[in-house]
C-alpha cells in the first residue's frame, strides 16, 4: 500500500470495482467517489486532486473507449501504476423483492458489465430491458432507492453489502477469465514503486501515423521497436474523430521510456513523422478475487 496524504479520484460510488481496485492501493481515508471516468481525469488534470484511479481494459470487452479516448484528446496527465482485478458480476435485488426476482421488469449496469454478462442476459431475461449506468455501484445504489420497484443490478459482492441488497444469481459473467485494468493517474510523471509490483515495467505510447497517408506506415512503426527487441505487449487502434480512416494507435511496451532503446525508438518514430505521446512508465499491481458473499 502506497502511504499518502493525497487525495484519489475514483470512479464510484462505493463498492464499485474502480473502488476495490484503489483501496488495494491506497489507504481509505484518501478516496474520492466521482461519477464519471472525464471528471476524475479531469480532476487530475487541472490539480484538483493528486491522483485519480480509471477502468481501462477488460478481458472479455477490450478498451473503455472513454478512457481511452480522454487521455488522447482531452488530458495531459501519466500512468503511474496499474492495477489488475479479477472481476465476478452478480445479479442483485432490494431484499423486499426476494421473492419475485425472476419477474425483475429492469436491469440496471455500467455497459461493460452488461456485455460481460450478454449470454447470460439473453438466454435468461431475454425480453427484460437493460439500462446503462456509470458504473456498477451506481446501478446497485440505484436499486436500493427503489424497493418497490422489481428492479435488478449487475454488480460485485461489495456493492451487494454496501448497498443490502440480495444476490440472487452468483458469477453470471459469460467467461471465466474476467479481469479489469485499472490506470492510476497523475499529473506528475513519478511512478509508484512499492512492495507488491509484477517487477515488469511497462510504458503506454499513443501514436498518430504520418499525415502523407504512405504505405506501410504502420509496418515502419512495428519496426522500430521490432528491431531494438522491444516486446510490445497490446497494440489496438482507435479512430483520431477526423474522418473516417482515420486512427491513432496505443502501444504497451515492455520497456521503460528512460532506457537507452525506447528513447531511441521514440525518436525514431518522431524522424518518421509520427506524432507521439507517451503516458509515462509503469507497474502492475495484481489484486485478490472478492471473497464470495452467502
Ligand atoms: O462499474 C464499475 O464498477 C467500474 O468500476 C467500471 C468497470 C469498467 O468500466 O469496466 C470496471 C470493471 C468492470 O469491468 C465493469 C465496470
Not at 503506454?204 to 521490432?226: C, E
Request: aromatic fraction near 8%; proline fraction near 5%.
Amino acid at each position: 500500500m502506497v502511504l499518502t496524504n493525497l487525495q484519489i479520484a475514483y470512479l464510484g460510488p462505493e463498492a464499485s470495482f474502480t473502488h476495490l481496485a484503489t483501496q488495494a492501493l491506497f489507504p481509505t481515508d484518501c478516496l474520492l467517489p466521482i461519477r464519471t471516468i472525464p471528471e476524475c481525469i479531469e480532476m487530475v488534470s487541472n490539480g484538483q486532486v493528486e491522483v485519480a484511479v480509471v477502468p481501462l481494459e477488460n478481458a472479455l470487452e477490450g478498451t473503455v473507449p472513454l478512457t481511452i479516448d480522454y487521455l488522447f484528446h482531452e488530458a495531459e496527465v501519466n500512468v503511474i501504476a496499474e492495477i489488475l482485478s479479477p472481476i465476478a458480476q452478480h445479479l442483485m435485488v432490494h431484499p423486499n423483492n426476494m421473492e419475485k426476482w425472476e419477474k425483475i421488469s429492469t436491469i440496471y449496469s455500467h455497459p461493460h458489465a452488461l456485455a460481460q454478462c450478454h449470454k447470460y442476459l439473453y438466454y435468461r431475461f431475454g425480453k427484460v430491458p437493460l439500462e446503462q449506468s456509470s458504473s456498477t455501484a451506481a446501478a446497485a445504489k440505484y436499486v436500493s432507492e427503489r424497493a418497490d420497484e422489481c428492479i435488478a443490478a449487475i454488480a460485485n459482492t461489495s456493492a451487494a453489502a454496501e448497498y443490502d441488497l440480495k444476490i440472487v444469481e452468483h458469477n453470471i459473467h459469460d467467461f471465466h477469465f474476467n479481469h479489469t485494468r485499472f490506470f492510476v493517474l497523475s499529473k506528475k510523471k513519478k511512478c509508484i514503486e512499492t512492495k507488491g509490483h509484477n517487477g515488469q515495467v511497462k510504458t503506454t505510447v499513443m501514436i498518430t501515423l504520418p499525415k502523407d497517408d504512405r504505405s506501410g506506415a504502420l509496418h515502419q512503426v512495428l519496426s522500430v521497436f521490432a528491431w531494438r527487441q522491444l516486446n510490445l505487449s497490446k497494440i489496438e487502434s482507435r479512430p483520431l474523430k477526423t474522418g473516417l480512416g482515420q486512427y491513432f494507435f496505443i502501444i504497451d511496451v515492455l520497456e521503460d521510456e528512460k532506457a537507452p532503446m525506447m528513447i531511441g525508438a521514440i525518436e525514431e518514430l518522431k524522424a518518421l513523422g509520427c506524432e507521439v505521446k507517451s503516458l509515462g512508465s509503469y507497474y502492475t499491481y495484481e489484486t485478490k478475487a472478492e471473497v464470495p458473499s452467502e
